[in-house]
């Protein structure tokens, strides 16, 4: 039966990394602005939240990120330029970003991990649920994951993560779960998790990707978290709490992703994303296409 629970209106964003695997072109310029075409990734993101009625933004930033804050606020002296010319495409693409959402900016003084950034956001969310979406993970607006997390969430409570299945050589790049079918067949029960296990020890292939809809007290947790793997302090921790008792916030429930999802956080999966998304695009993809066609029959 489905259960009666408070309706999600907040999304949060952790951009506080330092994005080290780009550099140097992250030495001045925040990773999360790094563009996917013609936008940068974090618009993506945003817009993905929008999508799905999530219209209170919180963005957990840190030192460096400035540029972040200006891509989302109004440019009137680029938009008085124009208009001035007359280039009302352009000016609707510029506008865009700036109307998007209510948009909120919190600093992580250190950087102390995943978990300690959506404990940042505390004071914003309240005592509500709310979601968390990382800027790495760009999911194609065709595959709606975010909504479905939602609707998950209100009918069963609790938290939801997103799991997409991976190669067992893969599984120690992720977090990993521990899960059990239910009577829908893309929700699983999760009674478990870790962080980055060795193959050998994972106890599924099931990997957690950067999507959450979390249970307010997970905030509760985070704060007597000791910093886990790699010196921080996880979210994947933290959840392993609340899927051990669910006394304490719920249960937790994984949805199974079998849609499109494109991975910025890699050098390698930041260009291919690139040209998929390119190749999809209906003012750049025929042509494209064509150039890319051509380009790999010379080269092979």
């Known amino acids: 039966m489905t259960q009666s629970h408070p309706r999600i209106s907040k999304a949060v964003i952790p951009a506080a990394g ?5 550099l140097p072109a992250t030495k001045a310029t ?5 563009p996917v075409v013609d936008k940068p990734a974090i618009q993506y993101v945003v817009e993905e ?5 999530l219209g209170d933004v919180l963005m957990v930033t840190g030192r460096n990120k400035r540029p972040l804050e200006d891509h989302f606020d109004r ?3 680029l938009e008085s330029a124009l208009q001035k ?4 495409n352009r000016l609707a693409k510029v506008q865009e970003s700036s109307d998007l959402a209510m948009i909120h900016y919190v600093r992580q003084g250190d950087p102390k991990g995943l978990g300690h950034a959506v404990l940042c956001a505390a004071p914003h969310v309240g005592n509500e649920p709310f979601a968390v979406l990382l800027g790495d993970d760009l999911i194609d607006p065709r595959d709606p994951l975010l909504q479905r997390m939602i609707e998950v969430q209100e009918q069963y409570g609790g938290s939801v993560i997103a799991l997409m299945e991976v190669a067992p050589e893969q599984i120690h790049l992720y977090g990993c779960a521990a899960v059990e079918s239910t009577e829908d067949g893309d929700v699983v029960k999760v009674g478990g998790l870790v962080e980055k296990p060795d193959a050998a020890d994972a106890p599924s292939n099931y990997a957690i990707i950067g999507r959450y809809v979390l249970d307010p007290h997970i905030f509760d947790i985070l704060r007597k978290t000791e910093p886990g793997r790699g010196g921080e302090i996880q979210l994947t921790d933290a959840l392993q709490q ?12 994984g949805v199974v992703f079998k849609g499109r999802r494109y991975d910025t956080g890699d050098r390698g999966d930041y260009l291919r994303a690139i040209v998929r998304l390119a190749c999809e695009r209906e003012d ?6 064509t150039w890319l066609r051509s380009y790999v029959a010379e080269e092979m």
């Not at 010319?85 to 009302?88: I, L, T, V």
């Open 30 to 34: 925040p990773k999360e602005m790094l």
């Open 242 to 253: 609340l899927a051990e008792d669910e006394r304490v916030g719920g249960p937790v429930h």
């Open 75 to 77: 440019n009137y002296e």
């Open 18 to 22: 330092l994005g080290t695997r780009f």
């Open 85 to 88: 010319k007359g280039d009302a």
């Open 49 to 53: 939240a929008v999508t799905a009625g």
């Open 284 to 289: 750049l993809g025929p042509d494209f296409r």
